[in-house]
């Protein structure tokens, strides 16, 4: 019988409680930024067998403290104008990039997970790939790809 597939929701849910998007078990991560190599639960490998897996994590992290930066900077902007406070922006929204990639980087983490999960759904087959620790012989190729 094939692994039920969570809802696309569920998955994004998980992700930001910072859960396995994949079965919803905690403890995925073994530090504030770190992963742990594998899913206690349902023993998925969280690189998902890709070595430059998480840079598409780092272009998240980005984008949203990009985003987050522009919606404040707007906000102050709008709210002060025509006195606009612009060394508090310059220096306020210093601290807020610096602050914001380091507090939404593990979840962008585990966003990137639940998104390559919902994109390629992981089968049965990769499961037993991820639990036999991701070894393959010659003749074999990754069972998600």
């Given at each position: 019988m094939p692994p039920s597939r969570p809802?696309?929701?569920k998955s994004i849910l998980r992700a930001l409680l910072r859960r396995c998007p994949n079965c919803g078990s905690p403890g995925i991560f073994a530090g504030y930024t770190t992963l742990k190599e594998r899913c206690?639960?349902?023993g998925l490998r969280?690189?998902?067998g890709e070595s430059d897996y998480f840079i598409g994590a780092y272009l998240l992290n980005l984008v949203a403290v990009e985003l987050l930066f522009a919606l404040v900077l707007a906000v102050v902007f709008?709210?002060?104008y025509p006195n606009t406070p612009w060394a508090l922006l310059q220096w306020?929204?210093?601290v807020l990039m610096i602050a914001g990639a380091v507090l939404c980087y593990p979840f962008s983490k585990a966003l990137w997970l639940a998104a390559?999960?919902?994109f390629r759904p992981v089968s049965e087959e990769e499961l037993a790939w991820h639990r036999r620790d991701g070894t393959l012989d010659e003749r074999e190729e990754l069972p998600h790809l």
């Open positions: 809802s696309a929701a206690p639960q349902c969280l690189h998902r709008i709210a002060t306020g929204g210093l390559d999960i919902i």
